[in-house]
């Protein structure tokens, strides 16, 4: 397979970050790690050979980032608004900075937003909130409440990193709706050992009460919150994903 190291200066969050690349052609997929992951955990816990198949064959190209999740999300003593603030600004590194250098990269217009846990939480709001820059989305086992990592601390910038609370309020013609349509996404999440399926059920609820047809699954009360059922549910969901149809 054919890994390349990327490193850049991000004016947005004012430090350099790094990437890793994974294939050659294909799909463009932003791989988001678990909380306070790095950029390396796609290649260190063995994604990159549940997605070898189509790493190699060409069908997919993955680019996999650093979070600043100890700075946000997982800085729970830190200040709210400041934290709240920083993830904005590695929103903008992603959307406005990585996503363009992406798509100069591999060709393509659209991106696929892809992560478990945490990452699952900021894939989907990647994919809801820039429907323009990312067509696909698969999210496993995230928590799509910024309650998570804020608490009871709300303002614009949390509300707007907060799918449960902004989805709901989105008008039912809002032009959105039309963009997540024409697109494909994937929220699954297990019902075992320390998987939190609560909030998966209320975006079940909103997509359904706003005709968004996204597909949320459900598995069973022995899948845990842990690689080895990411990696079947990888396997299982990325030949949808990759569909044209």
Same mark, same amino acid.
């Given at each position: 397979?054919?890994?390349?190291?990327?490193?850049?200066?991000?004016?947005?969050?004012?430090?350099?970050?790094?990437?890793?690349?994974?294939?050659?052609?294909?799909?463009?997929?932003?791989?988001?790690?678990?909380?306070?992951?790095?950029?390396?955990?796609?290649?260190?816990?063995?994604?990159?050979?549940?997605?070898?198949?189509?790493?190699?064959?060409?069908?997919?190209?993955?680019?996999?980032?650093?979070?600043?999740?100890?700075?946000?999300?997982?800085?729970?003593?830190?200040?709210?608004?400041?934290?709240?603030?920083?993830?904005?600004?590695?929103?903008?590194?992603?959307?406005?900075?990585?996503?363009?250098?992406?798509?100069?990269?591999?060709?393509?217009?659209?991106?696929?937003?892809?992560?478990?846990?945490?990452?699952?939480?900021?894939?989907?709001?990647?994919?809801?909130?820039?429907?323009?820059?990312?067509?696909?989305?698969?999210?496993?086992?995230?928590?799509?409440?910024? %309650?998570?990592?804020?608490?009871?601390?709300?303002?614009?910038?949390?509300?707007?990193?907060?799918?449960?609370?902004?989805?709901?309020?989105?008008?039912?013609?809002?032009?959105?709706?039309?963009?997540?349509?024409?697109?494909?996404?994937?929220?699954? %999440?297990?019902?075992?050992?320390?998987?939190?399926?609560?909030?998966?059920?209320?975006?079940?609820?909103?997509?359904?009460?706003?005709?968004?047809?996204?597909?949320?699954?459900?598995?069973?009360?022995? %899948?845990?919150?842990?690689?080895?059922?990411?990696?079947?549910?990888?396997?299982?969901?990325?030949?949808?994903?990759?569909?044209?149809?």
């Amino acid at each position: 397979m054919k890994t390349e190291y990327l490193t850049d200066y991000s004016p947005a969050l004012g430090r350099d970050m790094e990437c890793m690349v994974y294939g050659h052609a294909g799909r463009p997929v932003l791989y988001i790690p678990c909380q306070d992951g790095r950029f390396f955990d796609f290649g260190d816990f063995h994604m990159a050979e549940t997605l070898a198949p189509w790493i190699e064959s060409g069908q997919m190209i993955v680019f996999s980032v650093d979070t600043i999740d100890k700075e946000t999300w997982s800085d729970r003593r830190g200040d709210p608004y400041w934290r709240a603030r920083r993830h904005e600004r590695w929103m903008d590194y992603l959307t406005r900075e990585l996503a363009p250098r992406i798509m100069d990269w591999t060709g393509q217009s659209g991106i696929i937003a892809f992560g478990c846990s945490l990452g699952a939480t900021h894939a989907l709001n990647l994919f809801l909130r820039r429907p323009d820059l990312f067509d696909r989305v698969l999210a496993l086992s995230g928590i799509y409440s910024a %309650v998570y990592g804020f608490d009871n601390y709300m303002d614009d910038v949390v509300y707007r990193n907060s799918p449960v609370h902004y989805l709901a309020a989105m008008p039912k013609d809002h032009p959105f709706i039309q963009l997540y349509n024409r697109k494909k996404g994937v929220v699954c %999440v297990g019902q075992g050992p320390w998987e939190i399926p609560e909030t998966t059920r209320q975006m079940a609820h909103i997509f359904h009460e706003k005709d968004i047809h996204l597909w949320v699954d459900f598995w069973g009360w022995d %899948v845990s919150h842990d690689w080895d059922w990411w990696y079947k549910q990888v396997a299982y969901f990325v030949p949808y994903l990759l569909d044209q149809n």
